[in-house]
Each structure stands twice: as structure tokens, then as C-alpha cells.
Nanobody, 121 residues
């Protein structure tokens, strides 16, 4: 069983910064990608940023240059420092782990419970 626990959300003024963290525990495969998604009220859950086990990153256009995803593989932790936050960044942020046991297995998604980020104008 895999568990993901997020932390670091909160209330911040426009232009401020926050740093999200997510710790994974349980049966973690070596073949995985960790990511952050966000979901604003009434909207779908969208990818914010992802990072592979080999630390290849991908970002949504709206956060490029402001957010930086990183991971510490021995600690099974992914980080998301967020700078120059805007009201449009307000959402619940979810940690995601997408992994497969081996090259013959299917990928499976795991989700954290989410952490609220609120940016006031």
C-alpha cells in the first residue's frame, strides 16, 4: 500500500511564496513519476508539475518560471516551491505518484488528500 502526505499549504498574499512537500511511504517502485496537481472550486484537476525518478521535469505553462519541482529519492519526497503566487493559483494541491512494479506491469496512480493554497489579492 502506498501513502502520500502533503504539507506546506496555507494563506498567502499575492506575490508571496509557499513550499509544498509530499512524503511517500509504502511499496514505492523504482519506476515512477511524482507530480503535483491542483483543483480549484468548480474546475477539473490539472497537472501543475511532474518529475520522473531520473529528475526529468514538466510544467504547466501557467507556472513556468514561478514554481520549481524537485525530489529527494532516498527520502521519497517531492517538493514544490511556489513563488510570485497569484490569486489564480488558489486551489487544493494534490500530490500524485504514478508507478509500475516492473516493465511488464501497468502504471497505477496514487493520490494524497490534498493541501489548500489560498492567495489573497
Amino acid at each position: 500500500q502506498v501513502q502520500l502526505v502533503e504539507s506546506g499549504g496555507g494563506l498567502v498574499q499575492q506575490g508571496g511564496s509557499l513550499r509544498l512537500s509530499c512524503v511517500a511511504s509504502g511499496r514505492i517502485s523504482q519506476i515512477n513519476t511524482m507530480a503535483w496537481y491542483r483543483q480549484a472550486p468548480g474546475k477539473q484537476r490539472d497537472l501543475v508539475a511532474s518529475i520522473t525518478q531520473g529528475k526529468v521535469t514538466n510544467y504547466a505553462d501557467s507556472v513556468k518560471g514561478r514554481f520549481t519541482i524537485s525530489r529527494d529519492n532516498p527520502k521519497k519526497t517531492v517538493y514544490l516551491p511556489m513563488n510570485n503566487l497569484q490569486p489564480g493559483d488558489t486551489a487544493v494541491y494534490y500530490c500524485n505518484l504514478n508507478q509500475r512494479r516492473d516493465v511488464l506491469s501497468s502504471y497505477r496512480d496514487y493520490w494524497g488528500k490534498g493541501t489548500q493554497v489560498t492567495v489573497s489579492s
